[in-house]
């Protein structure tokens, strides 16, 4: 059992939560939503709240109060082409937020780079309490702005320029793309190829080193090609890659637009995907589903759960997670797969 804290005036909810065995939601939800905490564990929390003596911080308290109840995300964090997992993501955060009292506020750019200004406008305005990110990158401008105002926020996506920091939570690419191999593997794909975007995302590169990886691991080989992330892009370079990997051959995508390029030139030969060559994609999109494509889920409802809860957190207790989130995502088996 955890003692009271020595060394400072006070104790916090993060010695709550640890001494009675539970996250700190709960502690939270025991002192503001009761009925949202199971019987047993409301009475071991409420008997260590009482033991330790633990207040709230009023300053906490004050700031609550205060509250607009909201949490920012920019629509577009890279230009004006939406990201295939910002509808997905933006539903995450849309059906978890209730459990965190507080309601989703979108706002947009048409930037081609990501700036700190709408960040700024909503923040003065006070339309919001804290901000979710998502397309994080190098050199990428919002984290730092952010940090240096003490604004509270939490990424979808590591914080690439700033490793010290730990409020995000991000989807194991590496592992995702190595699954991929492992899946057309066992389905007898000999030839697995990669179609990837341009070097320097590194987003990107992560997920290409988890086919180089499953590739030496099977003793594999395969050929690869770059494209941006636009559809006339990906069938441009899908025809060479097509070629290289030839009949029963296999090609894993960085994402699911640059899957259905590869999709898209495979009909327009007269093949069958799948059947004459394997393709999986990556991220779960609604572009998966609708074309069959075998493709790497991301789970964006635990994403977005983990990143308001570390949000929450900042403003109750002005606390940052002890380290970021790395979650696994599942692949998911479609026609672009069966070889029959």
Known sequence: MATVPTGRSRATIIDVAQAAGVSRQTVSNSLKHPERVRPDTLERVLAEIDRLDYTPSTAATSLRDQRAGAVGIELTGLGTTPSEALAPFLLGLAVHAPAHDCHIVTFATDADRPEPERYRSMWRSRLVDAFVMMDTHPDDPRPGWLRERRVPFASFGRVWDDPSFTAWAD????????????HLAARGYERIGWLGWPDGSAIGDERRSGWVDALERHGLDGPEARAEQDLVSAMAAAEGLVDSVGGGGAI???????ALGVHQVLLRRGLIPGRDVGIVGFDGSQTARTHGLTSVHQ???AIADTLLTQVHDQLTDDELPSAGVMLAPELVPDASTERT
Not at 171 to 182: I, K, L
Not at 252 to 258: A, E, H, N, P, R
């Open 171 to 182: 989807v194991d690419g590496r592992a995702g793309t190595s699954d991929a191999v492992d």
């Open 252 to 258: 894993v995508c960085t994402s699911d637009v640059l």
């Open 299 to 301: 789970p964006y409802g």
